[in-house]
């Protein structure tokens, strides 16, 4: 019952702010058809195919790869491509099309994007000391799309209107589609753009924590890889290049803390390997290309 | 020119391992004589302890704190810095980045003085960039391919089960189970 008057309440916020939209940008929505199809809210809030997640992450990075490009270094990419894909193969769901990249830009951040789309900036990779730190918080983000994170988040915010692009999404893939070449509603970036901004649930980072740190143990590598990234983040001032990053995750203190009570001494007997060398060389033979 | 950015890579590289890194500990800790539970336990460290970073491994932190000999400590018992105002930047690799990005050795990681922010405000006002989401499908690679780097680092697998949130949550404010917590 709670859930029903919540749903509701968002249907009608949501057709409030539709209207508004069209009120100042002349997006020619239909309100009445909106509210009709509230009826068939249980029916919609069914789940969204694979191949419609990967579609909305793809148009996702392509919004995420608008505010900064790759860093130009194939050597790079390809390195961060296969710790990636190795840690991938690690999880529930090794076969989704995983891609990883290197943004460029020194704001500190990583980001994923449904269906299998990882980024890490230059700026937090460039403060990192091995490989198994940059695992560990490229499992972090794997374990935002194996649990579906900004998908829940999109359908909560976006309610019908998220619900019917991505069907509209689907019909272009009949046709032969998929994201590439063609265009994405306005309403359907416009929501990304807000899970972006906003970020996702506090619950979800801890739980993404947790997985984690699992994934990057269950590689090969030292488990406390992410635990020192977030000690490294909780050392830094609070300047432009964490502005995004601290304004959308749990302070890494709290983080710190959640995963130390959760951890505890479980993971001592595992004798991870960090993997300095190699990380150090790639990294200063890719920047000095 | 190249010999000249080695030199200052190398002194770089030098000069930043012989920075000492200070870190203080954030609750009552134990310090050990090895990076183990049961090892024996040289002194407990009260609160707000200064010590002096030396190594980490795994789980543990090798520490050298200004009243006690050197010893081990949990790490995530630490906060960098000295408890007070955050200092800038960290110790990682980004300052050899800097020195190869900021030289005329013709490095193409960046053009500009600064990469660019992602911020509330760039991400909201940016455009979709199909043709680099292309270049990122690029550089996917194979199974078999990612393999062969866990294989080359000697990584191997382990089994181990994902962890539960639990009632050891410290802002649900239940103690954790294992006395490691409280100390």
């Known amino acids: ?289 | 020119m190249k010999l000249l950015v080695a030199w200052v890579l190398l002194g770089l590289s030098i000069s930043l391992s012989a920075t000492a890194e200070t870190a203080v500990t954030n609750k009552e800790t134990e310090l050990k004589q090895e990076p183990f539970s049961d090892a024996a336990t040289l002194v407990t460290l009260p609160a707000q302890s200064s010590v002096e970073i030396l190594k980490r491994q795994g789980g543990w932190t090798q520490v050298k704190p200004a009243t006690a000999a050197t010893g081990w400590v949990r790490m995530l018992n630490l906060r960098l810095g000295t408890g007070a105002p955050a200092k800038q930047g960290g110790s990682g690799i980004g300052a050899l980045f800097n020195v190869a990005r900021s030289g005329s050795s013709g490095n193409t990681v960046t053009t500009g003085v600064r990469g660019l922010d992602i911020t509330k405000d760039t991400l909201q006002n940016a455009s979709p960039n199909p043709n680099e989401l292309k270049r990122m499908h690029g550089y996917s690679v194979s199974k078999a391919e990612a393999l062969k780097l866990a294989s080359s680092a000697k990584l191997s697998k382990q089994s181990v089960e994902y962890i539960e949130a639990g009632s050891s949550r410290s802002s649900s404010g239940a103690k954790p189970a294992s006395s490691w917590g409280d100390n």
């Open chain 1, 1 to 289: 019952m709670k859930r029903t008057y919540w749903q509701l309440t968002t249907l009608l916020v949501g057709a409030l702010l539709t209207s508004q939209a069209s009120a100042f940008g002349g997006l020619n929505l239909d309100l009445n058809k909106l509210i009709s199809a509230g009826k068939n809210l249980n029916e919609a809030s069914k789940d969204i195919s694979e191949p419609e997640e990967i579609s909305i992450g793809e148009g996702m990075a392509s919004v995420l790869l608008g505010t900064a490009p790759l860093v130009k270094s194939d050597t790079l990419q390809t390195y961060v491509n296969q710790v990636g894909r190795y840690l991938s193969l690690q999880t529930e769901r090794p076969d989704l099309p995983w891609h990883f990249g290197v943004l460029d830009s020194d704001s500190v951040n990583a980001f994923a994007t449904p269906g299998g789309h990882i980024f890490i900036t230059s700026g937090l990779l460039r403060k990192m000391h091995s490989e198994a730190e940059l695992a560990g918080v490229l499992s972090h983000e794997i374990a935002h799309v194996l649990r579906k994170h900004h998908l829940v988040a999109m359908k909560k915010a976006g309610g019908m209107g998220f619900l019917t692009d991505v069907a509209s999404i689907a019909v272009d893939q009949k046709g032969g589609g998929g994201y590439a070449g063609k265009e994405l509603s306005k309403n359907l970036i416009s929501g990304m753009k807000e899970i972006l901004v906003r970020g996702l649930d506090k619950d979800d980072e801890y739980e993404a924590d947790r997985m984690g740190v699992v994934i990057a143990t269950r590689a090969g590598y030292d488990s406390y890889g992410l635990p020192a990234v977030l000690q490294m983040l909780d050392g830094l001032s609070n300047t432009s290049d964490v502005s995004l990053l601290f304004s959308t995750h749990p302070a890494p203190e709290s983080r710190m803390d959640t995963l130390s009570g959760v951890m505890q001494s479980k993971f001592d007997h595992y004798q991870g390997q960090s993997v300095n060398d190699r990380f150090r060389r790639l990294m200063t033979n890719s920047a000095k290309k």
